[in-house]
Nanobody, 121 residues
Framework: QVQLVESGGGLVQPGGSLRLSCAAS????????MGWFRQAPGKEREFVST????????YYADSVKGRFTISRDNAKNTVYLQMNNLKPEDTAIYYC??????????????WGQGTQVTVSS
């Protein structure tokens, strides 16, 4: 089973940018679709973005479309989330996920420990 470790979170002002990274263990990273999800205080975890095994197809929540970009480097066993024009409502713990189908975010079952993103002036 793949293990996931997120990094890159932090405090940023509204309108700023962050890039999250998720390093995966194992030699079968390229066999898995990957995803990013987030959970804000007092709310349920929600879908942010997913990407297919080869990286050719991506999916985004409407709330982040046009601002966030998911990508992956299978040679480095890493998936990224570039977040631009951040808003206070983007504040959440961001989780990396694997083991699902990119077109079906509810299918993901394996999670990292999460990284905190706080957008505040």
């Amino acid at each position: 089973q793949v293990q996931l470790v997120e990094s890159g979170g932090g405090l940023v002002q509204p309108g700023g940018s962050l890039r999250l990274s998720c390093a995966a263990s194992g030699r079968t990273f390229s066999s898995y679709a990957m995803g990013w999800f987030r959970q804000a205080p007092g709310k349920e975890r929600e879908f942010v973005s997913t990407i297919t095994r080869g990286g050719g197809t991506t999916y985004y929540a409407d709330s982040v479309k046009g601002r966030f970009t998911i990508s992956r480097d299978n040679a480095k066993n890493t998936v990224y989330l570039q977040m631009n024009n951040l808003k206070p409502e983007d504040t959440a713990i961001y989780y990396c996920a694997s083991g699902g189908v990119a077109a079906n975010p509810s299918s993901f079952r394996s999670w990292g420990q999460g990284t905190q993103v706080t957008v505040s002036s």
